[in-house]
């Protein structure tokens, strides 16, 4: 069955410091999406991507998040200069067509910031 | 901006017993997620609603429109079945969803 793919599973990261964030989404699905989950938190969407380019962010997404899709099959989350706060679960997801397709998930990236 | 509200918070249930999750949002949605966390992370789609019925195995899933309001069934359940449950509600926007906090549901041998 084919899935979404994430690296690394985790990785530890000094404050300051850039971490990108991996993801293989399944081959034919158009929209791509990263959502978070801070420790016992809910998770929360962050962006979504079509057409190689953003097309809706939260407020979270702020200038220190970036995405891309460098080769037509990875899709990463950049953030710049982590914080403490930047903790957490980060998935990525993805779907074959907007409001009608299925969600699939990644088993996500866990993020620790020392 | 819509509100998700899951109840029970936590669940414990004997194997075998039948199971119902509730979610409740505030605000018209084109679509509504049933999703599971596994005790490791991970999150699996279950079933994306926008009316009526869904039926999976020992799944279903059914949502009110107007009511605003989801529920999660399982039935004959299993120890497998512990996990955190959640559901999450998509209005329109392009994959913006809006996550309820979980149910977690222990199922005892």
């Known amino acids: 069955e084919p899935e979404v793919t994430q690296t690394p599973s985790h990785q530890v990261t000094q404050m300051g410091q850039e971490v990108i964030l991996r993801c293989v989404p399944i081959?034919?699905?158009?929209?791509f999406y990263w959502y978070r989950q801070i420790l016992g938190q809910k998770v929360e969407f962050l962006v979504s991507f079509y057409n190689n380019e953003i097309s809706e962010k939260s407020e979270i997404f702020d200038d220190q998040f970036s995405v891309e899709r460098p080769d037509g099959s990875n899709f990463t989350l950049k953030i710049r200069s982590t914080k403490l706060e930047d903790s957490a679960m980060y998935f990525c997801?993805?779907?074959?067509?907007?409001?009608?397709?299925?969600?699939?998930f990644g088993e996500g990236s866990r993020l620790t910031v020392l | 901006k819509n509100e998700v509200e899951q109840s029970p918070q936590n669940l414990t249930a004997q194997e075998g017993e039948f199971i119902t999750i509730n979610c409740s949002y505030s605000v018209g949605i084109s679509a509504l997620h049933w999703l599971q966390q596994h005790p490791g992370g991970g999150i699996v789609s279950l079933f994306m609603?926008?009316?009526g019925k869904k039926k999976h195995g020992r799944l279903i899933a059914t949502i009110n429109i107007q009511e605003k309001h989801s529920s999660l069934h399982i039935t004959a359940s299993h120890p497998r079945d512990s996990a955190v449950y959640i559901c999450?509600?998509?209005?329109?926007?392009?994959?913006?969803?809006?996550f309820g906090k979980g149910t977690k549901l222990s199922v005892k041998p």
């Open positions: 609603l926008s009316s």
């Open positions: 997801a993805s779907r074959t067509r907007h409001l009608t397709g299925e969600l699939f």
């Open positions: 999450a509600v998509e209005g329109g926007s392009q994959g913006n969803l809006i």
């Open positions: 081959s034919n699905h158009l929209y």
